[in-house]
């Protein structure tokens, strides 16, 4: 689990090296600005630990972030991210069901398509336990593919 949240700290952040995932949970509402810092800090400790590809975000408490950050995170930091894990990124987001309704929306599944185009693949999940069980899935599937000298 990310280390508990602190009155200053309302987004952690970790690696578990058991699972070879990140693991990364909003504590509460946050501003767009503070979700470009969260994604830096994401990539820094994905590139830390032999570039992770597998993450787990716990965006429960968070608010929907705004239509302005969904195209950043399509069109820029999608390609970004592939680009500096030299792989495919799998995100499971465990979502709120106030969350739900929009992740269906027009406008995510924009966002999941332009992402797809760079191998990058945000999911969403109304728990952990299906968040979890598709990660491990991706990579049993993503290290067989590697034995077998796919990309």
Same mark, same amino acid.
């Given at each position: 689990?990310p =280390?508990?949240?602190?009155a200053?700290?309302?987004?952690?952040? !970790?690696?578990d !090296?058991?699972?070879?995932?990140?693991?990364?949970?909003? $504590?509460? *509402?946050?501003?767009?600005?503070?979700?470009?810092? $969260?994604?830096?800090?994401?990539?820094?400790l994905?590139?830390?630990?032999?570039?992770?590809?597998f %993450?787990?975000?716990?965006? /429960?408490?968070?608010?929907?972030?705004? *239509?302005?950050?969904?195209? %950043?995170?399509?069109?820029?930091? !999608? =390609?970004?991210?592939?680009?500096?894990l030299?792989?495919?990124?799998?995100?499971?987001?465990? /979502?709120s069901? !106030?969350h739900?309704?929009?992740?269906?929306?027009t406008?995510t599944?924009?966002?999941?398509?332009?992402c797809?185009?760079?191998? /990058?693949? *945000?999911?969403?999940?109304?728990? *952990?336990?299906?968040?979890?069980? %598709?990660?491990?899935?991706?990579?049993?599937?993503?290290?067989?593919?590697? $034995?077998?000298?796919? =990309?």
């Amino acid at each position: 689990m990310p =280390p508990p949240a602190t009155a200053d700290r309302l987004f952690t952040c !970790a690696y578990d !090296a058991v699972r070879r995932q990140l693991l990364g949970c909003w $504590h509460g *509402p946050t501003t767009e600005a503070e979700l470009y810092e $969260h994604y830096a800090e994401l990539m820094a400790l994905a590139e830390t630990h032999g570039n992770c590809r597998f %993450w787990q975000l716990d965006m /429960v408490a968070r608010n929907w972030p705004a *239509p302005a950050f969904g195209r %950043w995170f399509g069109n820029e930091f !999608a =390609p970004l991210a592939h680009a500096a894990l030299r792989g495919p990124l799998f995100m499971a987001y465990i /979502v709120s069901p !106030a969350h739900a309704a929009q992740a269906g929306i027009t406008a995510t599944q924009a966002t999941q398509h332009n992402c797809a185009t760079c191998d /990058v693949y *945000p999911f969403f999940f109304d728990n *952990p336990t299906d968040a979890q069980e %598709w990660l491990a899935h991706q990579q049993a599937h993503d290290q067989g593919a590697r $034995h077998q000298g796919q =990309p």
